[in-house]
């Protein structure tokens, strides 16, 4: 049955979200699992298909040891979850949404322009 498939977990008020958040990063920061993530980054050598090879299933790891206590599912679906009510909250709160953002900084590398100018990509500038 679909409705029983349903967590609770969407229940979460912004002040409790923002509880388990800060239990998601804390967890990041605990000697295990930042051992697991720098030996994660390592393997990704800086390539995004090996970041999301080896260091995705790190995070969502970590992430589901900490949900799971709060009625998200165990699994990656969890996380999702987890993710699409934080980020709802976001908007509504500046420390979730600053909470956020740190979490994402401990997992995903910095975004940097290409080196390349104006005009690249195949359109043409007039």
Do not use: W
Not at 41 to 62: E, H, S, W, Y
Not at 105 to 124: C, D, E, I, N, S
């Amino acid at each position: 049955m679909a409705a029983s498939a349903q967590a609770p977990a969407a229940a979460l008020s912004a002040e409790q979200a923002k509880a388990v958040l800060a239990e998601v990063i804390k967890a990041f920061g605990a000697p295990e699992n930042a051992q697991r993530m720098e030996e994660a980054r390592d393997n990704a050598c800086n390539d995004m298909g090996k970041m999301l090879q080896f260091l995705l299933p790190v995070t969502t790891q970590i992430q589901q040891d900490v949900i799971k206590a709060y009625g998200f599912s165990n699994d990656g679906e969890g996380v999702l979850k987890f993710a699409r009510l934080i980020k709802s909250y976001e908007s509504q709160d500046p420390e979730i949404a600053s909470m956020s953002g740190k979490l994402k900084a401990m997992f995903l590398p910095p975004m940097t322009l290409p080196p390349h100018g104006a005009g690249t990509g195949g359109v043409a500038a007039s």
